[in-house]
Nanobody, 130 residues
Framework: QLSLVESGGGSVQTGESLRLSCAPS????????MGWFRQAPGKEREGVAT????????QYADSVKGRFTIYQEDSANTVYLQMDSLKPEDTAMYYC???????????????????????YGQGTQVTVSS
């Protein structure tokens, strides 16, 4: 069975950093649109970052540009989200996702919209306090 396993969440202070990891189980990261979306209680899903694993093309939500970096390590078959300069508004459950969408659709908006059950992991909580 295909699955995505996230790790790396936690509780930090404003301005600190966290790195989230996403390791697919049952398939490789090659030739996929992968990324992260987040959801805070009472709010809509928000696509955070995407990476097209064949070209390493990345895209970010405006709210995280310049602070978050998504990258992959092929040898580890893992995708990471480095989160720096964290703010309280970054507090949310973060989900790694790999929806079956074509490369041209690999955007943060599509990632959030098109990720259905089975396309994302259990999530990891990120809490940033002021």
């Amino acid at each position: 069975q295909l699955s995505l396993v996230e790790s790396g969440g936690g509780s930090v202070q404003t301005g600190e950093s966290l790195r989230l990891s996403c390791a697919p189980s049952g398939y490789t990261t090659s030739n996929k649109c992968m990324g992260w979306f987040r959801q805070a209680p009472g709010k809509e899903r928000e696509g955070v970052a995407t990476i097209l694993t064949t070209t390493t093309r990345t895209q970010y939500a405006d709210s995280v540009k310049g602070r978050f970096t998504i990258y992959q390590e092929d040898s580890a078959n893992t995708v990471y989200l480095q989160m720096d300069s964290l703010k309280p508004e970054d507090t949310a459950m973060y989900y790694c996702a790999a929806p079956p969408i074509p490369a041209a659709w690999c955007t943060v908006e599509r990632l959030a919209e098109r990720s259905g059950v089975g396309d994302y992991g259990q999530g990891t909580q990120v809490t940033v306090s002021s």
